[in-house]
């Protein structure tokens, strides 16, 4: 997540955050279904799952395993009738998304999982830590930082229950529901295998973390254990550029309200990246920095929790900039610089 914060009103019928989150609320004659999940974190404090469907149900995201949410969850699909899920179908593999996902399938209430195979990585504890701190000390965060992310990072894998059985999801595939299709569409950036699924006969689409009404989403830093990292916000940036050329009608995000003007939304999107890229141009035409020291400019007062978010983002425009060879990096003293001059 990030400071970017384009407000936007609740639409109209659609109660505020807080407000009877337990009662699902219910669009498109009844076929969507929104419930809004408790989140333990403090940067997002809910996250939103949709059933779809009227007598042969799917999931789109579940929420933690938590028992508070599990509870709401259960709670809400009961109030919705619901007993059985056939499928469900998952939009990235971030804790608050898929959490829930091995109880529901092994207590019997789910028969099968989906997920685009990208996501399997995120999904099994596999983040290597010591991968991790190379990099981010190279970025030059101090150790202070790495240690606090490592218990960070311990607290996440606290509530990880892996699922089993997991089946693929492969970009253009339809998805079924009682009452239409879901195709899949690839929408890498926030993560490498996240997606959006869109009913091109009723033209909705419920987009996971990667259009979300008052945050941009994060473009998450990725290192690969064989060398050399994903250009998150490169294909962050190529993706909404996919999204804003279709012609929606309503998008269902993962958490907050839902948009029903994705084009000026995804235009503030640009903007916003625009000049956050440009004002680290200007930063770096003063002198060569650090990833970490160019952090310390954009965020004054930044927590230390947040710095994985914020060194992402930083990476993320650095990244644009040598995309239009705005900026160079070199390596000084085991430190990464970037320059502009
Ligand atoms: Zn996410
Ligand atoms: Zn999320």
Do not use: W
């Not at 955050?17 to 999940?37: C, H, M, S, T, W």
């Not at 804790?95 to 996902?101: S, V």
């Not at 009608?249 to 625009?274: A, C, M, Q, T, W």
């Not at 035409?285 to 930044?302: C, D, V």
């Amino acid at each position: 997540m990030s400071d970017h914060t384009p407000e936007q009103a609740p639409a109209e019928g659609e109660k505020p955050y807080g407000a009877d989150i337990q009662k699902p609320a219910v669009f498109e004659n009844g076929l969507v279904r929104k419930i809004v999940l408790p989140l333990p974190f403090p940067q997002v404090q809910h996250v939103n799952v949709y059933v779809l469907g009227r007598r042969r149900s799917v999931l789109i995201d579940t929420g933690t395993s938590r028992q508070d949410s599990y509870d709401v969850l259960l709670d809400a699909l009961r109030a919705c009738g619901v007993e059985h899920l056939d499928a469900i179908y998952l939009t990235h593999g971030h804790i608050d998304h898929f959490g829930a996902a091995a109880r529901l399938v092994k207590s019997g209430m789910a028969d099968r999982l989906y997920v685009h195979e990208k996501e399997l990585g995120n999904m099994d504890n596999s983040f290597d830590a010591s991968l991790y701190g190379d990099q981010l000390r190279r970025y030059g965060l101090p150790e202070s930082v790495l240690e606090m992310m490592r218990i960070a990072l311990q607290f996440f894998d606290s509530f990880v229950q892996k699922p089993e059985n997991v089946s693929f999801m492969a970009p253009g595939a339809f998805m079924p529901y009682d009452g239409g299709s879901l195709e899949v569409i690839h929408t890498p950036g926030h993560t490498a295998g996240s997606i959006c699924l869109y009913d091109r006969e009723k033209n909705f689409m419920l987009s996971g973390d990667t259009l979300l009404s008052r945050l941009s989403p994060n473009p998450l830093l990725e290192f690969y254990p064989a060398g050399g990292r994903r250009k998150s916000l490169v294909e962050y940036i190529d993706s909404i550029y996919k999204l804003y050329e279709m012609d929606l009608r309503v998008v269902y995000p993962g958490h907050y309200e839902i948009i029903y003007d994705h084009k000026p939304h995804i235009k503030s999107l640009f903007n916003f990246h625009y000049k956050r890229m440009m004002r680290i141009h200007n930063i770096l035409r003063q002198a060569p920095a650090t990833p970490y020291s160019i952090m310390g400019e954009l965020f004054r007062k930044l927590h230390r929790r947040d710095m994985f978010l914020a060194v992402s983002e930083v990476i993320g425009h650095l990244d644009l900039l040598e995309q239009h060879d705005m900026v160079r990096s070199f390596e000084r003293d085991g430190l990464l610089y970037y320059s502009a001059d």
